[in-house]
């Protein structure tokens, strides 16, 4: 990865230095989640992309936030215990970050500047939000947990998928196995 996305630091979820650049010519799958959603349940299909994909250069990375409805409250070390005891995540975790707002990580900035609109049903679940009595954030801001931003192989941001789009989706999994192909 050569790109600035690639430069930014970032911190691990035990509180180590990192950036993408350590993940230097694979695939990452850069997913903001959340413990207390009604989308948690993807963390069982992202690590199963994780051990699908993972020998073949791709990399799942969880950066857990805690923006929407106060969905993600705990310590680093409680939500890293959640993933470990309840889905078995293997994948890379990261400290907790804002994702949103005028606070918004520079991973964020640099991602929804890159690609500003999600595929999938973004505008469904725009509506979704709204039906619930919720704002949803405007469009580049991420939308909700689990929004999906596809980094390939030399730091280029080449998709973004809508947090409902599910890790196994058709669109999803076609779109990583093309950046592994690349």
Request: hydrophobic share 40%.
């Amino acid at each position: 990865m050569t790109t600035a996305v690639a430069d930014i630091p970032i911190q691990t979820i035990d509180g180590k230095p990192a950036s993408l650049a350590d993940y230097k010519g694979k695939v990452a799958l850069v997913v903001n989640v959340a413990s207390k959603c009604g989308l948690t349940p993807q963390y069982e299909g992202l690590e199963a992309l994780y051990r699908d994909y993972r020998d073949k250069g791709l990399v799942v990375l969880g950066f857990p936030a805690n923006d929407f409805g106060a969905q993600e409250p705990g310590t680093n070390e409680e939500i890293a215990s959640f993933c470990t005891t309840n889905f078995a995540v293997d994948f890379p975790m990261f400290a907790k970050i804002t994702v949103v707002g005028p606070d918004k990580h520079p991973l964020y900035k640099a991602l929804t500047s890159a690609k500003p609109e999600a595929q999938g049903d973004a505008a469904g679940f725009r509506e979704r939000l709204k039906g619930y009595g919720m704002t949803p954030n405007p469009v580049p801001e991420v939308l909700w947990n689990f929004e999906k931003f596809l980094v390939g192989k030399n730091g280029e941001v080449i998709a973004r998928f809508a947090p409902t789009t599910a890790p196994n989706d058709p669109a999803l999994v076609g779109a990583i196995e093309a950046a592994l192909a690349a």
